[in-house]
């Protein structure tokens, strides 16, 4: 299983970014799909994730509401749609993918995941 995620950049306050995690060799169809993110000189967390049904989405309160998560089982990809940034939002995000078909209350843990991509760099500033 190989996960890329791309899409990050420099992105002023209250700009949107789209975020986007291909998958090679994995059918991220079957399986949920979480994004983290690392800020400098902070832990790794799990901000949202969704189910391969796409009925069951999570979000850390944190991001609720500006950010969304979507499948295109077409094309293997899961986007993380990032409205109204702000200075807090600058991290690596970082998606992964796990066995389960649909996240729970506890999504934010690593040990649901067992595929990770390499990160995308999201810088918010004016």
């Known amino acids: 299983v190989q996960l890329q995620a791309s899409g990050g950049g420099l992105v002023q306050p209250g700009g949107s970014l789209t975020l986007s995690c291909v998958a090679s060799g994995y059918n991220l169809g079957n399986s949920i799909v979480g994004w983290f993110r690392q800020a400098p000189g902070k832990e790794r967390e799990g901000i949202s994730c969704i189910s391969a049904s796409d009925r069951s989405q999570y979000y850390a309160s944190s991001v609720k509401g500006r950010f969304t998560m979507s499948r295109d089982n077409s094309k293997n990809t899961v986007f993380l749609q990032i409205n109204d940034l702000k200075a807090d939002d600058t991290a690596v995000y970082y998606c992964?993918?796990?066995?389960?078909?649909?996240?729970?209350?506890?999504?934010?843990?690593?040990?649901?995941?067992?595929?990770w991509g390499q990160g995308t760099q999201v810088t918010v500033s004016s």
């Open positions: 992964a993918t796990g066995s389960d078909r649909r996240c729970w209350d506890y999504f934010y843990r690593e040990s649901n995941y067992n595929a």
